[in-house]
């Protein structure tokens, strides 16, 4: 069993709210690049498109390679290494990604969707013998808190798809946060964790639950004609299961 950014210890609520803020603070501003709201025309024509560095995708015939949409201004301030590649790593806040095939030398977008921030990383699914690679992508689609910027810190909803970028599917739903998620690597399975805004304050907090939902890979097969945003995922609770459990523990 192999974890992803496990944050929350549940000792205490103090501690609870101590490893939540600082740890999810530092997960979703490690990869941060602040993007300013700006919608009016002048600066969409301004606008450019960069390539990240290419990354190949384990024991497949795929190469990924990030895109990215910045202005004009922001290029000419970029910073270069000697070898004249760009000192920033794009590849954990795209807007989209291609996908190379090496045989066919075929390409593909992810998704036809516009986001504000994608980032990806792969996972081993399967037996030793008999083993895939999937690709996790958290993504932001807007400006959630309404602080004037696109970044981590708004809702931020995981997608899942093959190793070759197929079946681009959601997998938490909208207008949550994910907090991490665990993959049982032989069983084709991963559990997700996230955080909904119940009380509407724009701010993921402890005052808001917290929910697990399932993924069984072969769902993700069946998911062929589903729409990208249609969410493949489903809760390992449901919700009178739940509300019963939580009832029993805060009658004691």
Known sequence: MK?????????SKSNYFFVFTICLS????????RQPITEGLAEKDLRRVIY???????????????????NERDIAEARYTDDGKTAEDISQNAHNLIFFDEKTKETHLLTTQKFKRIAFSFEEIGTYKKSSTIILYK?????????GFYDWKDA???????????????????????????????????????IADSDSNRIFDLKDPVYINKLDLT????????????????????????KEYEEILLSK
Not at 26 to 33: A, I
Not at 139 to 144: G, R, V
């Open 156 to 194: 931020v909803v995981m997608y899942v798809s093959d190793n070759r970028g197929r079946y681009f599917r959601a997998v938490t739903p909208k207008n949550t946060r994910t907090i991490d998620w665990t993959v049982e690597r032989e069983k084709g399975q991963i559990y997700f964790r996230y």
């Open 139 to 147: 993504t932001l689609q807007e400006d959630s808190n309404q602080d």
């Open 219 to 242: 769902q993700l097969r069946e998911a062929k004609s589903l729409k990208d945003s249609t969410q493949i995922s489903i809760p390992l609770i449901d919700k009178e299961s739940r």
């Open 3 to 11: 974890k992803k950014y496990s944050y929350i210890n549940l000792l």
């Open 52 to 70: 990240g560095q290419p990354v190949s995708i384990k024991n497949t015939d795929f190469t990924v390679v990030p895109m990215q949409i910045v």
């Open 26 to 33: 530092l997960f979703f501003t490690s990869c941060d690049s």
